[in-house]
Nanobody
Framework: QVRLVESGGGLVQAGDSLRLSCAASGITLGGYYMAWFRQAPGKEREFVAAISPSDVYRDYDASVKDRFTISKNNRKNTVALQMNVLKQEDTAVYYC??????????????????WGQGTQVTVSS
């Protein structure tokens, strides 16, 4: 059984940092595309960042580029999202996702195979 379990969310102030982690079991992340998505109240789930299986390719949404960093540790089978200079608009539930190495559109919602349950990030002013 495949499980993705996110952790590291919480309540912080604007300008602070948080590091989210996603621990995988049942799959070996070295063979998967990994991504972070987020969903704010009343909004659709949106792409945040993605990393290719071999870590050659990383992609970020424009709203988080230069503030967030996605990384993988294949030995620990985890993927992380380092979030710096957090803004109120970053408030959302953050989800980890795993997809096939052949994924065509990492920014879309539909090509991802496995999803975590999410972790809440709340940024106050």
């Amino acid at each position: 059984q495949v499980r993705l379990v996110e952790s590291g969310g919480g309540l912080v102030q604007a300008g602070d940092s948080l590091r989210l982690s996603c621990a995988a079991s049942g799959i070996t992340l070295g063979g998967y595309y990994m991504a972070w998505f987020r969903q704010a109240p009343g909004k659709e789930r949106e792409f945040v960042a993605a990393i290719s299986p071999s870590d050659v390719y990383r992609d970020y949404d424009a709203s988080v580029k230069d503030r967030f960093t996605i990384s993988k540790n294949n030995r620990k089978n985890t993927v992380a999202l380092q979030m710096n200079v957090l803004k109120q608009e970053d408030t959302a539930v953050y989800y980890c996702a795993a997809g096939a190495s052949s994924i065509i559109n990492p920014r879309g919602n539909t090509d991802w195979i496995y999803w975590g349950q999410g972790t809440q990030v709340t940024v106050s002013s």
